[in-house]
């Protein structure tokens, strides 16, 4: 009798969850499982394959026989995100954090579950990351740094030492977050949203939107 193998998603087969799909493919063909036991994940209700994987809808992924599920929510939108994972969970579906191969975790790094770590990130020393952690190509998280759960950094962020970001916190594609100081971090606050391209070099609040350089709250039209 065949014993019933593990079953592997990304939930997600827009723009996010075709990047993450080859390292989850990666991941999988590590473990000597076969491709089929991959698939996307979409409610769309959309059916086929996407980029050589098959496509299901959740309730589908969930009556497919499986001796085990594991998933990596492949959604940009934190809080869609954290739908998902509470979702999963109470369905008994375990968080999956999906890595690439040539992205570097140095001394002392901590990451919650569910963490989807892009090409060419680096996460350096002395770091602590929550759950569902989004690194984007090219980010890096340099030293001392402590991150929330549900954070997104698009692509090219830069994070630099002793930085605080709370949860949900979205970081936009090629910004840069001026270091903190020992016992002193800079803030990104809760539900933050910090432009593409932007310069902060002070504590943004909770909530917040801020672009430019210096980055500074987003006006809206009147």
């Known amino acids: 009798m065949t014993q019933t193998q593990p079953l592997f998603a990304v939930y997600g ?8 799909m080859p390292l989850a493919r990666a991941s999988v063909l590590a473990r000597d499982i076969p491709l089929d036991r991959l698939v996307f994940i979409d409610d769309s209700g ?15 992924f969930l009556r497919m026989p499986a001796s085990d599920r594991h998933v990596v929510i ?15 969970a109470a369905d008994g ?3 999956w954090t999906v890595t690439a191969q040539n992205a570097v975790v140095m001394d002392d790094v901590v990451i919650g579950e569910g963490a989807a770590i892009s ?10 990351i929550g759950r569902h952690f989004h690194a984007n190509l090219y980010s890096y998280v340099e030293h001392d740094c402590e991150i929330g759960d ?19 916190a979205y970081i936009g594609a090629g910004a ?10 800079l803030v990104i606050g809760r539900g933050a949203t910090v432009g593409m391209g932007a310069v902060v070099t002070r504590d ?3 909530g917040m939107t801020v672009v430019g350089n210096p980055a500074r709250p987003l006006k809206k039209p009147t």
């Open 13 to 20: 087969a827009s723009g996010c969850g075709r990047g993450i």
């Open 46 to 60: 959309a059916a086929g394959t996407v980029n050589g994987q098959a496509l299901l809808g959740y309730e589908q």
């Open 74 to 88: 492949a959604i940009a939108n934190s809080r869609v995100r954290e739908k998902l994972a509470l979702r999963t």
């Open 93 to 95: 579906v375990l968080p």
């Open 119 to 128: 090409p060419f990130v680096t996460i350096t020393s002395n770091i602590r």
């Open 150 to 168: 549900f954070v997104t950094f698009a692509p090219g962020v830069k994070c630099n030492g002793n930085i605080r970001i709370e949860d949900h």
């Open 176 to 185: 840069m977050l001026r270091q903190g100081q020992p016992g002193k971090p």
């Open 204 to 206: 943004v609040p909770a």
